[in-house]
């Protein structure tokens, strides 16, 4: 296993209280795995991937660990973790379009982050210039100024900059929400690319766009108010999940079909409950169809073949 | 770039154009007869400059000729330099009488508005860093800058000046002095404009001081401070970017504020009877003397629009954006 | 529920919140006690006083007594009486000065934002020059001209050269939130395109706008301050800026009457700090990732 999530819980601290945005998050990636993290707004996708590299000052790491490697990621001690952040761990944010210092040649942006992680830019730059062409950038573009980039570019730049020291582990936050369907596509390859060149291990993908994940991932992972409640082989979620939030939202989607596309999650009759103070027992309750009387209970997460789990108490009878 | 450069200074040529019509305007635009009053204030000094002063006045005015006609030579007379003669001063040129207390003017605002530049952004930029500093700045900055600028100045005059007697309380130099290339002529003068100096920086630094901690708390939390905190770079490097970036709304701020400050200036003047515009204004007001009063306003107009200027030059060195012109004529 | 009653209960939630946060908030509380107190001061006030602010009524040059409260001028008027009345004239001049600012700055900026093309050339080109204009210059000069000087024609000059920067915040705005997908809706089911700015752009502004009114407002009292100080003041009036040009002009600070002249700064610099106070707590409380923690 490259990544052990266990019982993980954190908070935001707000005036009215905590809101619980990561309730007892566990699961495994394997080397080389690529995960995609899919669930409606508002669910913790974007916690849950923050928590593994930065908590920022509202986030409260509560309780809870992760192992990456064999060797625990102090989540909670920034400095610590510090070391190991785009080294071991590395994120494409959601922000990837303003994610570069816009006042700063992009070559003098990379200078100043390797020198300040202690590595030599002199190195490394034929290896940079190497993946950018990999990317279909040139070495030009490290001359220009973000706002010189296209969308597209600047996305595939961050890209290639987040992977630049080979981290064991990637998270990519919705990389292709704000690229056209074209970008979309050479985006996702490339993210698969990556993997094979061995830039990078194993990579957690969030996405609203399951048909898109669907094509690259190896698993899926879906969560619900702050919660996990299925993972498994790509294949199986998408053409026989158990789950039936899982359910609810395969059939939301018009067809998964083969290419790639719009189709976004629709949404499910609802909504789902808010996170200051979560109703107890299984949170899908009030809006799943099969509810019954041991719903009030938390659901346990079920194995239901190695690779694959869901947290309901249907899935158990 | 060009673009933006055509634009800012179509924006000041209209300022300019608008400025002298304003000047040109008001007088004709106003109840009763500005020459009726002007004299009235002077009928009381010698008959024979009034008389001069009457027939002046009538020809400066030209009421006789059409509206459009008067406007013309309203321009004519502006190019060439000629604004009038000084009725206070009278028959000094009102170009020299102001170029007299210019240089008073000058020697006070451009250090008051450096320095509380310069002080305030590194104050504000290190409020933004630490908590304690913060809570002390923040408070003091709102206060500074809510101080009308002649009240710090009389508290100023009031305590340094009376009741410490450690500076003077008035004027530009002794009034034993001439104005020489004396060392002590020049000690003289830098401590006459010692408090008035003062005055005007402290007031300016309390608006610098919150800006910059505020843009900078704005630029720690941009995207691309995350994004390198988030690849674990040190807290050192992405401050150096915060700070850097958040200068450059303070540059354009400098020229925004100038109007400000210079209004803080001749109220200042004024407190200290500091011999420049600010002096030379309230002179011209309480003898209703419009040409003067008029020529002040055409100075400072222009000396704001090359301030202005000078701040986008600046602004176009240090922001890659507007040198690329991709954002289009920021303006 | 249907949807528009939810979105509806969420709209007064947050209003309700916004002031239940206001309310806790100790800058806005602390801010808002100062500026009200001092403005029942100024309209409460002369009221009770019986005497006029130019009237002579005591003892010349005395210093704060139980008669006296804040003392007595050179020539035996009462501070006090003055504060009151000027502390009306400066509320006065704020609210006009800043309400006139308010209300073109907010139409430019609307029109322009909205309008777009040459309308919006034109519209900013104008924003642009009374920016750079020194609004204090101009208003010396238009003030001097003037023969007979009230509070209310004071406070009409300062808030026509005072409008810019909210006309171009406002338009700035405007332009990002005309974009967004309710307010083509909007237009879409024909409304005509001042009911949309009103109905559909306003309220998204609101926090904004009510922020920049009361900048405006501590401006106009700041801006007015400076005029009378040149002795531009209301000629019928007593006011906060033109007690500190009298005691100037009567050199209250050689004579030591203090009094004379700490009580009108220290009011202006009350009511406009306490504005300003009273705005950073505000933007926390509409702001609620500034909230948190
Ligand atoms: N700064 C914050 N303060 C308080 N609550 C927050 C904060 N950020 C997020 N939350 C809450 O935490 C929960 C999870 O948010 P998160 O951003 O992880 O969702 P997400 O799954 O990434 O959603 P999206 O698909 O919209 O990106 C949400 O309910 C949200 O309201
Ligand atoms: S536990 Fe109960 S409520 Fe929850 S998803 Fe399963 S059946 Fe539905
Ligand atoms: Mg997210």
Redesign the pocket.
């Known amino acids: 296993m490259a990544l052990e999530v266990e019982d993980l819980r954190v908070h935001?601290r707000?005036l009215r209280g905590d809101?619980r945005?990561l309730d007892g998050v566990s699961f495994g990636l394997a080397d080389g795995e690529i995960m995609g993290l899919a669930?409606?707004?508002?669910?913790?996708?974007?916690?849950?991937g923050?928590s593994l590299i930065r908590l920022?000052g509202?986030m409260r790491h509560v309780g809870g660990r992760a192992v990456l490697d064999g060797g625990e990621l102090p989540i909670a001690d920034d400095k610590a973790m510090n070391r190991r952040r785009y080294r071991d761990v590395s994120i494409i944010p959601?922000y990837s379009m303003s994610a570069m210092n816009p006042t700063r040649k992009i070559g003098k942006l990379t200078a100043d982050l390797l020198r300040a992680k202690g590595e030599s830019f002199r190195e490394l730059r034929p290896e940079l210039v190497r993946r950018l062409e990999l990317v279909g950038l040139s070495e030009q573009v490290l001359d220009n100024y973000p706002i010189e980039l296209s969308g597209g570019m600047k996305q595939r730049m961050v890209m290639v900059l987040s992977t630049l020291l080979d981290p064991s582990l990637l998270i990519a936050?919705?990389v292709t929400s704000a690229l056209d369907v074209s970008n979309q596509k050479a985006v996702a390859e490339t993210l698969v690319r990556f993997r094979e060149l061995g830039f990078v291990k194993s990579m957690v993908v969030?996405t609203?766009d399951l048909s898109l994940v669907y094509q690259i991932a190896d698993s899926i992972m879906i969560?619900y108010a702050?919660r996990i409640v299925e993972k498994g082989p790509a294949d199986t979620i998408i053409n026989a999940p158990r789950h039936p939030y899982t359910r609810a939202l395969i059939e939301a989607l018009p067809e998964v079909g083969l290419e790639y596309g719009d189709r976004r999650l629709k949404s499910i009759p609802g909504k789902p409950p808010?996170?200051l103070n979560p109703p107890t027992g299984c949170r899908f309750r009030d809006r799943c169809e099969l509810a019954h009387d041991r719903c009030i209970e938390d659901p346990p997460a079920v194995d239901l073949a190695p690779d694959h789990t869901a947290s309901c108490w249907k899935v158990v009878d | 770039m060009g673009r933006y450069f055509r634009r800012k200074l179509l924006i000041y040529g209209v300022t300019f154009f608008i400025a002298v019509t304003i000047n040109f305007a008001i007088p004709r635009l106003m109840p009763g007869d500005p020459v009726a009053r002007m004299l009235n204030r002077h009928s009381v000094s010698n008959s024979e400059s009034a008389a001069a002063l009457r027939t002046y006045f009538e020809d400066v005015f030209g009421f006789d000729v059409p509206l459009w006609q008067q406007y013309l030579n309203y321009w004519t007379a502006l190019l060439q330099g000629d604004l009038g003669v000084s009725v206070f001063a009278f028959p000094s040129p009102v170009s020299s009488v102001v170029l007299d207390a210019l240089p008073y003017t000058i020697g006070l605002l451009v250090p008051a508005i450096l320095l509380s530049w310069i002080v305030g952004n590194g104050l504000g930029a290190m409020a933004a860093r630490s908590k304690w500093l913060d809570n002390s700045v923040l408070p003091l900055g709102y206060l500074l800058t809510a101080v009308p600028y002649m009240w710090l100045a009389i508290l100023l005059v009031w305590s340094g000046g009376v009741l410490l007697d450690w500076f003077p309380a008035a004027r530009g130099y002794s009034l034993s002095m001439q104005p020489n290339l004396s060392w002590a002529f020049f000690v003289d003068l830098v401590h006459h404009w010692f408090l008035p100096f003062l005055s005007l920086f402290i007031v300016a630094l309390g608006g610098w001081a919150i800006g910059m901690r505020n843009l900078v708390i704005y630029e720690l939390e941009s995207d691309y401070s995350n994004y390198l905190q988030a690849l674990g770079a040190p807290r050192r490097l992405v401050r150096r970017y915060a700070f850097r970036n958040a200068m450059l709304p303070q540059i354009s701020g400098l020229a925004l504020q100038l109007g400000v400050v210079v209004g803080g200036a001749l109220v200042t003047e004024v407190v200290f009877a500091y011999p420049g515009l600010g002096s030379l204004l309230l002179n011209a007001i309480n003898n209703q003397d419009f040409f003067l009063l008029q020529g002040i306003l055409l100075f400072i107009v222009i000396g704001v629009l090359l301030f202005n200027f000078l701040a986008d030059v600046a602004f176009v060195l240090v922001d890659p954006r507007t040198r690329l012109g991709l954002e289009g004529g920021q303006s | 529920m249907t949807t528009d009653a939810a979105l509806n209960a969420d709209v007064i939630g947050k209003r309700n919140e916004h002031l239940y946060f206001a309310l806790r908030n100790p800058k806005v509380v602390i801010g808002l006690s100062i500026v009200l107190g001092l403005l029942l001061l100024g309209l409460i006030g002369p009221l009770f006083l019986s005497s006029s602010p130019t009237a002579y009524v005591g003892p010349k040059s005395e210093a704060p007594s139980a008669d006296y409260w804040f003392g007595t001028t050179v020539h035996g008027r009462d501070v006090f009486v003055q504060f009151a009345h000027g502390l009306r004239s400066s509320y006065l001049v704020g609210f006009l000065g800043g309400g006139i600012a308010f209300v073109i700055g907010l139409t430019i900026g609307f029109t322009a934002g909205y309008r777009g093309g040459l309308t919006d050339e034109f519209l900013n080109m104008l924003t642009n020059v009374v920016l750079v204009l020194p609004a204090l210059v101009v208003l010396i000069v238009i003030s001097s001209y003037m023969e007979v000087r009230g509070v209310v024609t004071q406070g009409v000059i300062i808030g026509l050269f005072s409008w810019p920067w909210v006309a171009r915040a406002v338009r700035a705005q405007t332009f990002t939130l005309r974009n967004r997908d309710y307010v083509d809706l909007a237009r879409l089911t024909g409304k005509r395109s001042p009911q949309i700015v009103v109905r559909e752009v306003m309220p998204n502004m609101a926090s904004y706008l009510l922020m920049s009114m009361i900048l405006l407002f501590g401006g106009a009292i700041l801006f007015a301050s400076m005029l009378d100080f040149i002795g531009l003041g209301p000629t019928n009036a007593v006011s906060l800026g033109t007690m500190m040009q009298q005691s100037m002009a009567w050199a209250a600070i050689h004579l030591g009457l203090w009094w004379w002249f700490v009580p009108p700064g220290l009011a202006i610099t009350a009511i406009v700090g306490a504005l300003y106070i009273t705005n950073v707590g505000l933007d926390e409380v509409f702001n609620?990732?500034l909230r948190?923690m």
Do not use: N
């Open positions: 935001y707000t809101v945005a669930g409606e707004s508002g669910c913790g996708k974007t916690t849950l923050k920022d509202r959601q936050d919705e969030v609203h969560m702050g808010q996170l | 609620p990732k948190e």
